[in-house]
């Protein structure tokens, strides 16, 4: 594997010193009054004095006693600080490459909605101590893709795997992040083609899941193995994989009803959760959208065809952000966001920037470099 075409050029590190400073000053806006607030809050009351046990690991969360042996027991607020702008910072940076968002200024919205959005508000205001861990598992999701859609072969399909293996140990909640941005990239890869794509190509494209259903897979063998070696069994809790035994297709359908329905309350919703002002700022930027798709479609810069290809991904956006809820029969006000949810930020603003920037995508010109790409003339 070439080391210098992951860590980036010139350009690169360029996006990354303004994904690191746009995140560093949104998160310390946002979450500095607690990471120098030495009071417990919520959970963390139980947890002030000891990170994670046989309980976490019940719930499927079996890496988060390893990441507790680097943290330590003691909460530590600003260390957690520090790990989380760490993490948020170089996902910001590997979403920007995998969505191609090159302006400072896409760079930096990026930035401050991955580092404000709910879900992470309500990671800081309850579950402090994992921040760092949970930040963490975001991380390793956002770069198993990256490594998958990159890189080529044994090594890199090994290096994915194990990256969304840790991050399904670390919390299963965030394997959604890993589809969004697997769906975002065939996404792309449609419209670089004009819905014009071969069998040859849609296979490539498809084998990007493959590591996915790998740490999966590999993710379920050690939550096995570890219960076994704990001697301890998966609880009857909302929240805990013991809920997959228990879907039948009715509970599965209104589950599924029941997701479009808090995704439409969490972004259009008129109530104290999300505001007027997020409210109006969330249609701005699906109008947005949706004029500079009308414009490109009007300029035949896309065809019909494409979007006949992108709604159905459309479509099952907000199924894909709230999965693991879905499949868990989590419908309730405490399971309401999912932080995959919030990557509709960074495609809506590659959308709209796509408007004023025909650039063609890094990633599919370094993948038909490699071999697995396509004749751009076609």
């Not at 920007?96 to 404000?116: C, K, M, Y």
């Not at 947005?288 to 479509?315: E, G, N």
């Amino acid at each position: 594997m070439n080391l210098k075409i992951i860590l980036g050029d010139n350009c690169n590190i360029s996006r990354l010193k303004y994904s690191f400073i746009s995140t560093l000053v949104f998160v310390l806006a946002a979450h500095a009054f607690i990471y120098f607030n030495f009071i417990p809050q919520h959970d963390g009351l139980n947890h002030a004095l000891r990170f994670a046990g046989q309980w976490e690991v019940s719930l499927g969360r079996f890496m988060l006693p390893v990441y507790g042996l680097i943290q330590g027991n003691n909460t530590m607020p600003w260390v957690i600080g520090m790990s989380a702008i760490l993490f948020i910072t170089c996902t910001t940076y590997l979403i920007t490459q995998i969505l191609e968002i090159v302006r400072p200024i896409d760079i930096a919205i990026t930035a401050g909605f991955l580092s404000t959005n709910l879900c992470i508000t309500e990671l800081h205001g309850t579950f402090l101590f994992t921040v760092g861990a949970y930040t963490l598992s975001l991380l390793c999701a956002t770069l198993g893709i990256y490594i998958t859609i990159r890189q080529r072969g044994i090594v890199a399909t090994l290096l994915s795997t194990l990256c969304l293996m840790l991050s399904l140990g670390l919390y299963q909640a965030f394997i959604p992040v890993a589809l969004v941005l697997y769906v975002a990239v065939i996404g792309k890869a449609i419209v670089r083609v004009n819905g014009n794509m071969t069998l040859h190509q849609f296979a490539y494209q498809t084998c990007h899941i493959i590591p996915i259903i790998l740490g999966i897979a590999f993710y379920l063998i050690g939550y096995r193995l570890t219960m076994k070696v704990w001697q301890i069994q998966a609880p009857d809790s909302y929240n805990s994989l013991s809920r997959l035994s228990v879907l039948s297709v009715d509970c599965l359908w209104h589950s599924i009803l029941n997701n479009y329905k808090i995704f439409g309350q969490i972004f259009f919703g008129n109530n104290v959760i999300v505001g007027n002002i997020a409210r109006y700022c969330n249609i701005t930027l699906v109008l947005a959208a949706l004029l500079i798709t009308s414009q490109r479609i009007y300029r035949k810069d896309i065809s019909a065809k494409v979007i006949l290809f992108i709604l159905p991904m459309v479509a099952v956006f907000p199924l894909i952000t709230r999965l693991p809820s879905i499949l868990m029969k989590a419908g309730r006000s405490g399971f309401y966001t999912s932080y995959a949810m919030f990557l509709a930020y960074p495609i809506l603003l590659t959308i709209i920037a796509t408007g004023n920037n025909s650039t063609k995508l890094s990633c599919f010109d370094y993948a038909q470099q490699q071999g697995g790409g396509w004749n751009q003339s076609q």
